[in-house]
């Protein structure tokens, strides 16, 4: 049987990130993003949901740079459920997106200035991926596609 999770999410971050490390020295950082509903029924007021991210090594790294309490984020990844025993006995659970991706959602010009790395000068802000090269190439022009 097939499958296929993939979350894609903007909101913005409730809390500073803070970036955190394993025993063994792999960045990682926790973190939760406000999403508004898209559909508000008249007369309500709008919903909010407040999805909680984690982050792991060069993408943490990005986040907890870049990023701090009420920026607008895109993420991203796959949504996992995980479970575990508290100190009391209790099985709990929770549920959060590991990020694939992060990048920024507004432009130099909108944001207020957050500060682009070097390479990322330009217009173009920067994303993180921690996917491999995909391998695909531009074409520049329509007479080139292969259909």
């Known amino acids: ?8 999410l903007v909101g913005n971050l409730t809390a500073d990130p803070e970036l955190k490390k394993t025993p063994s020295g792999v960045s990682v ?21 407040f999805i909680n991210i984690v982050a792991w090594r060069q993408t943490a790294e990005f986040v907890a740079r870049y990023f701090n309490k009420g920026k ?11 479970s575990w025993t508290d100190q009391n006995g209790q ?25 682009a790395p070097a ?3 330009n217009d173009a802000p920067p994303s993180y991926s921690s996917a491999p090269d995909s391998g695909f190439e531009d074409l520049s022009a329509d007479d080139e596609l292969p259909f």
């Open 1 to 8: 049987m097939a499958s296929f999770n993939k979350v894609i």
């Open 29 to 49: 950082t926790s973190f939760s993003i406000a999403v508004n509903r898209r559909f508000t029924k008249q007369g309500e007021q709008p919903q909010t949901d």
């Open 72 to 82: 607008p984020i895109l993420i991203c990844g796959q949504l996992q459920t995980r």
């Open 91 to 115: 099985k709990r659970y929770t549920t959060e997106v590991v990020a694939d991706e992060a990048t920024f959602v507004e432009n130099k010009g909108n944001s207020g200035g957050y500060s």
């Open 119 to 121: 390479p990322y000068g």
